[in-house]
């Protein structure tokens, strides 16, 4: 059961989000325990009734891949009935942390989190790799959760720049997943981008967008760093994106996912520094 409900909330992802939502309240730097406590296990709650509801709406076509044919709705050890109840439970849960942690607009933020994610991305997987467009929105949340819990706008140009951030970071990082397991999404019927466009263009397309990352990364690191850092953080950052953008562009999957697992919380340390 334990080990069922694991797979639901997929915890490595969860926790991933919730650090997203953490960073948001210490970048903003104030907002007290309900910012840095309430909000990030929130966004973990959420998460894990997103995925866990995800997983009741692909069964089926999760029951047809290598990497999750495991799960408790696709292997058939798990009813839908129950896979409902739980995405509820985790879902109600994170949204009702979102509420004494940053009040309606949090809450509201967190409601639009699931429609785009489970309403809007889910449902066009099927249909275009374009999908992924609509479902980084999704998850460049985290760090608005965070700011919005600590006490900040959502309209500030500072967390939408590392929102924008965050958003130019999730596009390749699953259009890169789906590549790696392209044959797993053939089969269950996914619309993939290697599927859409010719290998040359695809190519292309993956470094310009890794390239654009790495850009606007590096571009925050400076404007918005310790001085100190300055001469070192951004120039390191430039340089692995345009390694990156070159190993995309050719195909080498591994070593461009791996600069962008690496890049992101270094960059992001950078601007905490700033904080302190």
């Not at 720049?161 to 965050?166: E, S």
Request: proline fraction near 7%; charge should be positive; include cysteine.
């Amino acid at each position: 059961m334990i080990r069922d409900l694991a797979w639901l909330a997929r915890p490595k992802v969860s926790l991933a989000v919730a650090a997203g939502t953490l960073f948001g309240a210490l970048y903003h730097g104030g907002g007290g325990p309900q910012a840095v406590l309430l909000a990030p296990a929130g966004a973990f709650c959420l998460c894990a009734g997103c995925s866990a509801l995800n997983q009741v709406q692909e069964r089926g076509l999760d029951a047809r891949m290598e990497r999750t044919r495991n799960r408790p709705l696709a292997s058939g050890r798990m009813g839908v009935g129950r896979g409902l109840f739980w995405a509820m439970i985790f879902g109600l849960a994170g949204l009702g942390l979102f509420l004494p942690a940053g009040g309606a607009p949090l809450f509201l933020v967190g409601l639009a989190i699931v429609a785009v994610y489970n309403g809007l991305y889910t449902p066009l997987k099927r249909v275009s790799p374009v999908a992924l467009l609509a479902g980084g929105v999704a998850g460049a949340a985290p760090p608005l959760t965070g700011w919005l819990a600590a006490g900040g706008g959502w309209a500030d140009p500072r967390i939408l720049w590392v929102a924008a951030i965050f958003y130019l970071w999730q596009v390749p990082h699953f259009w890169l997943l789906a590549e790696k397991h392209r044959e797993d999404y053939r089969r269950a019927g996914f619309a993939v981008l290697h599927a859409a466009l010719p290998p040359r263009l695809r190519a292309r397309l993956m470094g310009v967008w890794v390239g654009a990352y790495f850009v606007a990364l590096g571009c925050l690191a400076g404007l918005a760093g310790p001085a100190s850092l300055r001469f070192i953080v951004p120039p390191a950052l430039l340089l692995a994106g345009a390694l990156a953008a070159g190993f995309a562009a050719t195909d080498r999957h591994g070593p461009a996912t791996a600069a962008m697992h690496a890049s992101l919380p270094l960059g992001l340390a950078t601007l905490l520094l700033n904080t302190i």
